[in-house]
């Protein structure tokens, strides 16, 4: 399933003439309605259900919420790849279903009332609520829906990409809207179209305040109609936006909203500087903090207000935990230097954990060492059982050391060990055709230097990205740091302008297609695609497919463990590390039910105002 990106935009249509003639529906034995979708197992909550568990339903609505952000924004159009959109459109939008914080695939209906789907899952049809209507007194129509994914597809080419499976959406009733996909078992697709965010078809076609034509191609700062619990209150571009709870929302009594939204006003302010963040946060300017250097959290959380009190500190378990992330130098295999993965794992060998976790980590961090890190579906060892006839179907398309040699990071953390590391780095690299004349490590046909760039988004991880540099020094490979500004680093990767950058994805504990959107051939291709490496190789899209159409969980664990052992065996990154904890700190102007849900830490959506409360 597609990770979170601040919102739930889902996108792409390709329109198809129809194959499924309206009313067919109801003569379908094998289908039925149902409030909810699970993509494995069964639902937790039942038809009708009070509200989620985790939720405080008696929560006191009112007070302000205030946050920070780092960088700028430039845009409140949610459906644009380019631009940078205004934090907290989610807010102001809703997709026509929601997922449960405390179930791993689960969804339930929120602009959609319920939904239908063959045993086949070859398509998937939602009715909309009689009484969602946007915040201008229209009702959500399909038109809408239809309308949201046309323009999806139009304007984000990655997400085009992603929902390449659904070949038509058509009105298959007053208040219904049917896809179709372009073939069966795959079992996500319904789920990962119930997450398009739908915005108004009459409003973005309607005129704007300066009696021109709206258009949804474009950048806009005008305040959108939403169907959401928020409408936008002020703007100030690119700096500050805030959001105000509606009085007159239509779902405020829907169970899957039920002590959620709490905050009379939600306010976003952007900062240059995370430091200049955090000083704000102190002085009691923002609300929360999401504390993500360990240096800061070790040392700088001595102030009065931590002291008396009035700001608390906590520390859970990773919030990632529903999540499996992979961090880190990500080569761009384009690049003809990074082309021999036998370079790409000797580099690796000079990235000295162990170092900067006794001396700026403060312990606590560990190193990771899969892509699904932390999760059930990380590989280990060798491969046995399922995976191991996984990776025997595949055999002659992936690397054979697969099937011999468990991988593991190298092990530094002192002199002697990086002194041994480094040889083997220099190995590595003379069996790539490299060879040390003097100081400098060349090809031995060219005479090129190896020698790149690494593009950070931002100097958090200068210290880390440094002492990198220092030590490739060591074995002749100049490798120049730059931090650039958030907006410049997305366009570069965008664009594949960049040789190595530190960079992650994060993953769902249901993978399906977006891992065609990460590790692809077709991806690869494709720019702006999260293929950020470019690794094109016939193995990994073999073991793509098993994935997506895993037909149970445990052929779905051992399919994922498949990918992610031949992944790690291309070395397209090297990997960093990752927080055993969520680390937050809050103002006691803010609260949460004692118990979070189990995978996540509800922010904002179950929080609430102490000053409401009071």
């Known amino acids: 399933m597609l990770a979170r990106r601040f919102a739930t935009l889902i996108f792409s249509l390709a329109f198809a003439s129809s194959t499924l003639p309206a009313g067919a529906l109801a003569q379908e034995p094998d289908r039925r309605w149902q409030h909810g979708i699970a993509t494995v197992g069964e639902l937790k909550y039942p038809e009708g259900f009070p509200h989620f568990d985790y939720v405080n339903a008696e929560a006191p609505k009112g007070g302000a919420l205030r946050l920070a952000v780092e960088g700028s924004y430039d845009t409140l159009n949610p459906l644009l790849a380019r631009g940078e959109p205004a934090s907290g459109l989610g807010h102001v939008y809703e997709p026509l279903l929601v997922t449960a914080d405390d179930e791993l695939n689960s969804m339930y209906g929120l602009l959609a009332e319920t939904l239908s789907y063959p045993a086949d899952y070859s398509s998937v049809t939602f009715r909309l609520r009689a009484e969602a209507k946007w915040a201008d007194g229209n009702p959500v129509t399909p038109e809408d829906v239809i309308f949201s994914f046309e323009n ?106 039920i002590g959620q939204n709490n905050f ?82 000797a580099l690796n060998y000079a990235f000295d954990f162990e170092e900067l976790r006794r001396t700026i980590f403060y312990d606590s961090y560990d190193r990771v060492d899969s892509f699904f890190f932390r999760t059930e579906l990380a590989s280990s060892g060798l491969p046995e059982g399922r995976e191991l006839e996984i990776l025997n179907e595949v055999k002659d398309l992936v690397p054979a050391k697969v099937f011999t040699t468990p991988y593991a990071n190298p092990v530094n953390g002192d002199p002697q060990k990086l002194r041994e590391n480094l040889r083997k780095a220099v190995s590595l690299l003379r069996q790539a055709g490299y060879e040390l004349r003097g100081n400098r490590m060349v090809n031995a046909k060219t005479g090129e230097p190896l020698s790149f760039e690494i593009m950070l988004g931002g100097p958090t991880i200068e210290p880390v990205a440094l002492a990198f540099s220092r030590n490739l020094k060591m074995i002749g490979v100049e490798a120049t740091v730059r931090s650039v500004e958030q907006s410049q680093f997305t366009n570069r990767w965008r664009s594949r302008d960049f040789d190595v950058m530190y960079n992650a994805w994060s993953q769902s504990m249901n993978p399906g297609n977006e891992q065609a959107e990460y590790w692809s051939s077709d991806a690869a291709k494709r720019e702006g695609s999260q293929n950020y490496s470019g690794i094109s190789d016939p193995g990994v899209d073999a073991l793509i497919r098993k994935v997506i159409f895993a037909k149970d969980r445990d052929e779905q664990i051992a399919a994922v463990r498949a990918l992610d052992r031949v992944l790690l065996a291309h070395h397209i990154i090297v990997p960093s590390y990752s927080s055993k904890t969520s680390r937050i700190a809050y103002w006691d102007t803010i609260a949460h039910p004692e118990e979070l849900p189990e995978y996540s830490l509800g922010f904002p959506a179950i929080w609430w105002s102490t000053k409401a409360a009071n």
């Open 152 to 257: 999806a597809k139009k304007n984000v080419p990655q997400m085009e990409f992603y929902y390449r499976h659904v070949v038509n959406a058509e009105k298959t009733g007053d208040r219904e809207i049917t896809f179709t996909f372009d073939e069966p078992n795959n079992r996500e697709l319904p789920q990962i179209v119930g997450q398009l965010t739908i915005v108004p078809k009459h409003w973005w076609e309607g005129t704007g305040p300066n009696g021109q034509p709206r258009d949804i191609t474009r950048t806009s700062l005008e305040p959108p109609v939403g169907s959401g619990p928020y409408k936008v209150g002020s703007v100030t571009p690119g700096s500050v936006v805030s959001y105000e709870l509606r009085d007159d929302y239509w779902g405020s009594k829907l169970n899957v909203n």
């Open 264 to 345: 009379r006003t939600i306010t976003y302010r952007y900062y240059a500087d995370r430091d200049v963040m955090f000083e704000s946060f102190r002085s009691g300017n923002e609300d929360y903090w999401w504390e993500n250097t360990a240096r800061r959290w070790a040392t700088a959380y001595d102030f009065p207000a931590v002291k008396d009190g009035r700001v608390k500190l906590e520390e859970h378990e990773n919030e990632l935990r529903k999540v499996g992330v992979m961090v880190g130098f990500v080569f761009n295999t384009r690049r003809e230097k990074f082309s021999d993965p036998r370079v790409r794992e």
